[in-house]
């Protein structure tokens, strides 16, 4: 399974962004793992933001995000997004996403990851 993730960019405080990850590769197709995004600031760790399950579209959400950020996949692109309304300065971070086997919080849940996308908000 091969993950590119993109969208990423500058913006203000109270902006948009979408990222999208295109998931490829036979064994995505066949088994359409579950997914997941995660950020990392400079010096912390990796944290958890938003998980689908890649057939019932079940979410779950970190509460830093909750309410403004929505995560979704188009089952027919392999492609996985996350909208993110009402940036803030402290979601500045490379946004990675993952696949499963796991629609979980934790990054042990997920086998597969992305290279990551800067997202960047000033205030």
């Known amino acids: 399974v091969q993950l590119q993730a993109s969208g990423g960019g500058l913006v203000q405080a109270g902006d948009s962004l979408r990222l999208s990850c295109v998931a490829s590769?036979?064994?995505?197709?066949?088994?359409?793992?579950?997914m997941g995004w995660f950020r990392q600031a400079p010096g912390k760790e990796r944290e958890f933001v938003a998980a689908i399950g890649w057939r019932d579209g079940r979410q779950i959400y970190s509460d830093s995000v909750k309410g403004r950020f929505t995560i979704s996949r188009d089952s027919a692109k392999s492609t996985l997004y996350l909208q993110m309304n009402k940036l803030e300065p402290e979601d500045t971070a490379v946004y990675f996403c993952?696949?499963?086997?796991?629609?979980?919080?934790?990054?042990?849940?997920?086998?597969?990851w992305g290279q990551g996308t800067q997202v960047t908000v000033s205030s």
């Open positions: 590769g036979r064994t995505f197709s066949r088994y359409g793992y579950d």
């Open positions: 993952a696949a499963g086997p796991i629609r979980g919080p934790t990054t042990d849940d997920y086998r597969y």
